[in-house]
Nanobody
């Protein structure tokens, strides 16, 4: 099995910054795409940013220019640097990864438990 553990959430004022981390552990041969999603109260979970194994990135329009996703393949860790935070960024943020556990095995999807980000106005 594989576990994803997020950290770095918290309370910040509008205009501030936070950096989220998500470390994967367990039986890992290779991690392909990794991503961050968020879910605000009463809303569906939405994609924030993705990064492929080769480092290609994609962002939701609402965070372009403010958030940066990156990864450290040696540490099986993905990061989300969030700058110029706005109250509408308040949500639980979830890490997501597509993991292959053996060289010739299937790929499986995993989610972290979530970390809360609250932005005050």
């Amino acid at each position: 099995q594989v576990q994803l553990v997020e950290s770095g959430g918290g309370l910040v004022q509008a205009g501030g910054s936070l950096r989220l981390s998500c470390a994967a552990s367990g039986r890992i041969y290779r991690i392909n795409s990794m991503a961050w999603y968020r879910q605000a109260p009463g809303k569906q979970r939405a994609l924030v940013a993705t990064i492929t194994g080769g480092g290609n990135t994609n962002y939701a329009d609402s965070v372009k220019g403010r958030f940066t996703i990156s990864r450290d393949n040696a540490k099986n860790t993905v990061y989300l640097q969030m700058n110029n935070l706005k109250p509408e960024d308040t949500a639980a943020y979830y890490c997501y990864a597509i993991v292959r556990m053996t060289e010739d095995g299937y790929e499986y999807q995993y989610w972290g438990q979530g970390t809360q980000v609250t932005v005050s106005s």
